[in-house]
């Protein structure tokens, strides 16, 4: 029976990538529950992403289930429902953004969802607002700097009303100002979220609970303690050294 709390479930999941026969994900469980606020840190190649991908059935795995919202998912047509009620925000803006302007990006997830036209307008200014970057709308996307896409990009997200969001990165190319604001509004957010950061005090500041990944698998909160020198180790409460 599918606790009611629980969002998405991993069990037993195995991926490797075409062509390789190293196990990214290795019989990996993971699950996300209602009033989750999760956040990760691992090392780069750890399979962070490919996580991410999976759960939204980018990646398939070789083997193990996926339960969003409590209902298997097994293939393509099962995924295609459950998309819109998870924010994915993308790694690489690049991979998010393809319209001509801000406001078009923005508007697009509403307008597939069956939006108005100006319903989906007005949704995406007020997001666009809410980010503070209204001034943005009118810009062509492609021009932006690293920084405003990845502004652009969450709001695209956002702007979708998700059920659950998944963070890759979200401050990649943010200044100190602008993570300040994104702590706030997430902070602000009653959903459940789950974000792969490299910086501690970002990551700190909006989850309630750390985990890593090592050799395919996840590590939890009571497995890991993660240092202010922002790297984590395996049991890392017992002494050690640093050479």
């Known amino acids: 029976m599918t606790d009611n709390s629980s969002i998405i479930k991993l069990e037993d999941i195995s991926y490797s990538y075409p062509g390789s026969n190293i196990r990214v994900l290795d019989h990996l469980d993971f699950e996300i529950n209602k009033g989750d606020r999760i956040g990760m840190m691992a090392p780069n190649g750890s399979g962070k992403t490919t996580l991410l991908h999976t759960i939204m059935g980018l990646c398939k795995p070789e083997s193990g289930t996926i339960e969003v919202f409590g209902k298997l998912l097994e293939n393509e047509k099962d995924f295609m429902p459950v998309r819109s009620k998870i924010g994915l925000l993308f790694q690489d803006s690049d991979d998010q953004l393809f319209c001509p302007t801000v406001l078009d990006d923005v508007a697009f997830g509403p307008l597939n969802l069956g939006f108005s036209p100006r319903d989906a307008i007005d949704t995406a200014r007020n997001t666009l607002e809410r980010l503070g970057i209204q001034n943005l709308e009118g810009q062509v996307t492609h021009r932006l700097s690293g920084g405003q896409k990845r502004l652009v990009a969450l709001a695209a997200v956002l702007a979708m009303e998700p059920e659950v969001l998944l963070l890759d990165e979200p401050t990649a190319g943010l200044d100190h100002k602008v993570k300040e604001k994104l702590i706030h509004i997430l902070n602000s957010l009653d959903i459940s979220y789950f974000v792969i950061s490299h910086e501690f005090d970002f990551a ?17 909160d009571d ?13 890392g409460k017992h002494p050690h050294n640093h050479k």
């Open 204 to 220: 700190k500041a909006v989850t309630d609970k750390i985990y890593s990944m090592e050799n395919g698998k996840i590590l939890t």
């Open 223 to 235: 497995e890991i303690h993660i240092h202010h020198h922002e790297h984590v180790h395996k049991h």
